[in-house]
């Protein structure tokens, strides 16, 4: 079948069905990492005032039973009720091929809401027990992909993370990027960068920037993470540790002084020369990104636009020319 083709449409009924015949247990379908399987506080109030608005999808076994294939928060909240009573479920013929039930899946799935990277990594390890990968690749259109077999592969690379990692995936504090450099750290590491990300709730920029520099700064010096982590509290015990924001902050800059000494150098330097400069109020000397150069940035600022036009004939020959008009007019 090719990524263009319409997913099937499996023959599926449904039945009001006792929540006993249905198996929670079986993990044959699960998409979600272990801890994640109960309901929260707001699924379990919304089915205890208006029941499940969205049928579980579950497959008719052989041997008798249902084996739930998606929807078991939902049978677990239902539960929780005082008179459950039987539970309405989109019933699959146990027969149902591989593609159409993994299809079927993946769209019940997806009514929940987008599914985390961990979710779908899980949902094509599981289809790939069954199906081949030409089969699985259309499955990554609903997803939002394309249908290309290195998206299965990244997907799957996730699963090899430490826990600590997988879970922030899951939750979204670890950015899909992050945890693609993380994969070559040993999983002690690992785990110590997922800690940091969760305690200082870094995020974008700042999540990319302490994971490079302390790729860098453990592969330069031979350390672990931990140990990175000790250096740095024995250099700046007086730091105060209970305001994150402000230790996030001092980690990073002392990630960054130590990744970039010359750059640290450069930053003193240029301190010194633009305080022997002695420059007025309103004036400000600056440098170029990471010092990638010598130049000087000279910016000044008018109250408005007629107190710079007192100046500019000034300011343009002095630019122009490099020297001021009284330099060769002594009457000014």
Same mark, same amino acid.
């Given at each position: +079948?090719?990524?263009?083709?319409?997913?099937?449409? %499996?023959?599926?009924? !449904?039945?009001?069905?006792?929540?006993?015949?249905?198996?929670?247990?079986? $993990?044959?379908?699960?998409?979600?990492?272990?801890?994640?399987?109960?309901?929260?506080?707001?699924?379990?109030?919304?089915?205890?005032?208006?029941?499940?608005?969205?049928?579980?999808?579950?497959?008719?076994?052989?041997?008798?039973?249902?084996?739930?294939?998606?929807?078991?928060?939902?049978?677990?909240? %239902?539960?929780?009720?005082?008179?459950?009573?039987?539970?309405?479920?989109?019933? %699959?013929?146990?027969?149902?091929?591989?593609?159409?039930?993994?299809?079927?899946?993946?769209?019940?799935?997806?009514?929940?809401?987008?599914? *985390?990277?961990?979710?779908?990594?899980?949902?094509?390890?599981?289809?790939?027990?069954?199906?081949?990968?030409?089969?699985?690749?259309?499955?990554?259109?609903?997803?939002?992909?394309?249908?290309?077999?290195? @998206?299965?592969?990244?997907?799957?690379?996730?699963?090899?993370?430490?826990? *600590?990692?997988?879970?922030?995936?899951?939750?979204?504090?670890?950015?899909?990027?992050?945890?693609?450099? &993380?994969?070559?750290?040993?999983?002690?590491?690992?785990? #110590?960068?997922?800690?940091?990300? &969760?305690?200082?709730?870094?995020?974008?920029? @700042?999540?990319?920037?302490?994971?490079?520099? !302390?790729?860098?700064? +453990? &592969?330069?010096?031979?350390?672990? &993470?931990?140990?990175?982590?000790?250096?740095?509290?024995? #250099?700046?015990?007086?730091?105060?540790?209970?305001?994150? /924001?402000?230790?996030?902050?001092?980690?990073?800059? =002392?990630?960054? #002084?130590?990744?970039? /000494?010359?750059?640290?150098?450069?930053?003193?330097?240029?301190?010194?020369?633009?305080?022997?400069?002695?420059?007025?109020?309103?004036?400000?000397?600056?440098?170029?990104?990471?010092?990638?150069?010598?130049?000087?940035?000279? *910016?000044?600022?008018?109250?408005?636009?007629? *107190?710079?036009?007192?100046? =500019?004939?000034?300011?343009?020959?002095? $630019?122009?020319?490099?020297?001021?008009?009284?330099?060769?007019?002594?009457?000014?």
């Amino acid at each position: +079948m090719s990524s263009s083709e319409p997913m099937p449409v %499996a023959d599926c009924q !449904s039945l009001h069905l006792d929540p006993a015949a249905l198996n929670l247990e079986d $993990m044959t379908f699960n998409l979600r990492p272990s801890g994640h399987a109960e309901p929260d506080a707001n699924l379990i109030e919304s089915v205890r005032q208006f029941g499940i608005l969205c049928p579980p999808l579950v497959q008719e076994q052989p041997a008798g039973g249902f084996l739930v294939v998606s929807g078991k928060k939902r049978i677990r909240a %239902a539960r929780r009720r005082p008179a459950t009573g039987k539970i309405i479920c989109l019933v %699959a013929p146990h027969d149902i091929p591989a593609f159409s039930l993994f299809s079927l899946l993946l769209h019940h799935a997806l009514l929940g809401g987008q599914l *985390s990277v961990i979710e779908q990594a899980n949902f094509f390890r599981k289809a790939l027990n069954r199906l081949p990968m030409a089969r699985a690749l259309p499955l990554l259109i609903p997803l939002g992909h394309k249908a290309q077999k290195y @998206k299965i592969e990244e997907l799957l690379n996730f699963l090899s993370l430490d826990p *600590s990692v997988i879970t922030g995936l899951h939750r979204g504090t670890i950015q899909p990027k992050s945890a693609q450099k &993380m994969r070559q750290l040993a999983p002690d590491d690992q785990q #110590e960068l997922a800690r940091l990300i &969760m305690e200082f709730q870094l995020g974008g920029s @700042k999540q990319h920037k302490l994971i490079d520099q !302390s790729i860098d700064l +453990m &592969m330069r010096h031979e350390r672990s &993470m931990r140990e990175t982590i000790a250096h740095y509290r024995r #250099e700046n015990k007086e730091r105060n540790q209970d305001n994150k /924001p402000q230790e996030a902050a001092s980690f990073l800059r =002392w990630l960054f #002084e130590k990744c970039h /000494p010359e750059s640290v150098t450069a930053e003193t330097e240029f301190k010194r020369f633009a305080a022997e400069l002695e420059v007025p109020p309103k004036i400000n000397v600056d440098h170029t990104r990471s010092f990638e150069d010598d130049t000087v940035v000279l *910016s000044l600022s008018f109250a408005d636009r007629s *107190s710079l036009l007192k100046v =500019w004939p000034e300011i343009r020959t002095i $630019m122009t020319t490099g020297t001021p008009d009284f330099a060769t007019d002594p009457q000014r």
